[in-house]
Each structure stands twice: as C-alpha cells, then as structure tokens.
C-alpha cells in the first residue's frame, strides 16, 4: 500500500493525538468521516499503523532515573539476552544495533541502588555502559512522508 498525501495528513493527525476522531481529522484533512475511517482501517490492515499508545511520564509515575543502557554481549550470550531482556519491567525500548555493542536499552529506574541492581543482571550477559538521561532534546518525533 502507498501512502499518499491525503494519507499522511491522517497520519499526521494521529501521530498528534491519537483520540482524535474522525470527524475532527476530517474536518482537518477535507473528507467525510467514513473516508477517513476507511483510509485509517486500511493502514491499520497494512501495518502502516502499527498501534495505539498512551504516553506516561516516567517521573511522574515516581521513577526518579531515567538511562541509556548499551550492552557488548559475550561470545554466545546474545540470543540468551535477546530472550531475557522481554522480561525486565525496567526496559521502556531495546533495539538491537551493529557496531561495537550489540543493544542499546532505554530503561527506567527508582534510584541508583535500582540502576546498581538493575546492572548486575546485566553483567552476565555482556559488557554494560550506562548514560543518565537528564532531558529530552527530541521525544517521539512524528514519522513524516520521504522527499
């Protein structure tokens, strides 16, 4: 499926704020409703819309840390990590990436004794280096179309 520009004005519209209704977003776009609907559901089907979230702010949620976590996994670890890394409530976001580590982890954490604890699971599969994140320069950017 292509997605054309009235396509990505819907997107647009829903990378704003997802609870938008249809009618609104085609107030905004310049189509009925049902269009909009139809376009939206078949995107859906496409996987072009991939799901609907709701955002939480980790601090307000009572995490005081927030850290950027990359893992040099050790000759055969990788795939056992792979598997593991699903399982820990502190990981928001994980991609496994090329270069000199194999993951970079976003995670969340109480306080440093957490983040201390949090690393020694870690260490049996790999080399760790940690970043604390101290603010957001870009959050959740919008996917816009090619040029």
Request: positive net charge; aromatic residues 6%; glycine residues 4%.
């Amino acid at each position: 499926m292509s997605i054309d520009s009235l396509n990505w004005q819907i997107l647009k519209c829903l990378q704003e704020n997802a609870r938008m209704t249809n009618a609104e977003i085609g107030r905004r776009v310049g189509v009925s409703s049902p269009a909009v609907a139809e376009r939206i559901k078949k995107m859906e089907d496409a996987e072009i819309i991939q799901s609907y979230k709701t955002l939480i702010s980790p601090f307000s949620a009572g995490y005081q840390l927030k850290a950027i976590i990359t893992l040099r996994a050790f000759m055969g670890m990788l795939k056992p990590f792979l598997e593991k890394v699903k399982t820990y409530d502190e990981v928001i976001n994980c991609y496994r990436i090329t270069g000199n580590e194999n993951i970079v982890m976003e995670v969340v954490l109480k306080n440093q004794q957490h983040l201390e604890k949090f690393i020694d699971q870690l260490i049996v599969y790999g080399e760790t280096k940690t970043q604390i994140v101290l603010s957001h320069v870009v959050n959740h950017n919008p996917v816009k179309p090619l040029k």
